[in-house]
T-cell receptor, first 112, second 113 residues
Framework: SQTIHQWPATLVQPVGSPLSLECTVE??????LYWYRQAAGRGLQLLFY??????ISSEVPQNLSASRPQDRQFILSSKKLLLSDSGFYLC???????????FGPGTRLTVT | AQKITQTQPGMFVQEKEAVTLDCTYD???????LFWYKQPSSGEMIFLIY??????QNATEGRYSLNFQKARKSANLVISASQLGDSAMYFC??????????FGAGTTVTVRA
């Protein structure tokens, strides 16, 4: 069966510091990968998706970037965090476009 | 642009009773998929059920069923025989067959013993 991992689970970072969140998927190959952000009490906003190694599509221009160095690894980064980057970050995967997406446990980021 | 509307911010339901969560959507595309997810307090999004726009029958998965009314553009989730573990936030989402899932604002369900 497929599993998706995210780390760290929680993170507190000062404004202006860098960020690296990692997501890995096990038990499947060539997954589509996604990064979402959820503000407190709100729905999810798609940030990036990737259909293959090195292929990144950005949905919302912002202070963040994403990379996919391996088939089942997806990384969310920032060079300098802003207060507005605080939130709950969820990674997800799917077999194909339009399919249901399966989510990881999420990373709660607080920028102070 | 596609849009998902969940008008119920919060609902209370008695244990063992059924509850219906409303979801309406707006798209002019004839091909789309509708999804429901559950988000407990731990934060993880759990996929519950899927309905395709061309599916003739309403989707069911255990205690979850989707009341799909295409002409009204609604896709309500029905949870039967509620359990305490059903207390969570529930999100309706839509895909137009591309890579993007558009989510509604969510409905918080609290099951009372």
């Amino acid at each position: 069966s497929q599993t998706i991992h995210q780390w760290p689970a929680t993170l507190v970072q000062p404004v202006g510091s860098p960020l690296s969140l990692e997501c890995t998927v096990e038990g499947t190959s060539n997954p589509n990968l996604y990064w979402y952000r959820q503000a407190a009490g709100r729905g999810l906003q798609l940030l990036f998706y990737s259909v293959g190694i090195g292929q990144i599509s950005s949905e919302v221009p912002q202070n963040l970037s994403a990379s996919r160095p391996q088939d089942r690894q997806f990384i969310l980064s920032s060079k300098k965090l802003l207060l507005s980057d605080s939130g709950f970050y969820l990674c997800a995967w799917s077999h194909d476009r339009g399919d249901e997406q399966y989510f990881g446990p999420g990373t709660r980021l607080t920028v102070t | 642009a596609q849009k998902i509307t969940q008008t119920q911010p919060g609902m209370f339901v008695q244990e063992k009773e059924a509850v219906t969560l409303d979801c309406t959507y707006d798209t002019s595309d004839p091909s789309y998929g509708l999804f429901w997810y559950k988000q407990p307090s731990s934060g993880e999004m759990i996929f519950l059920i899927y309905q395709g726009s061309y599916d003739q029958q309403n989707a069911t998965e255990g205690r979850y069923s989707l009341n799909f009314q295409k002409a009204r553009k609604s896709a309500n989730l029905v949870i039967s025989a509620s359990q305490l573990g059903d207390s969570a936030m529930y999100f309706c989402a839509m895909s137009l067959g591309n890579y993007k899932l558009s989510f509604g604002a969510g409905t918080t369900v609290t099951v009372r013993a």
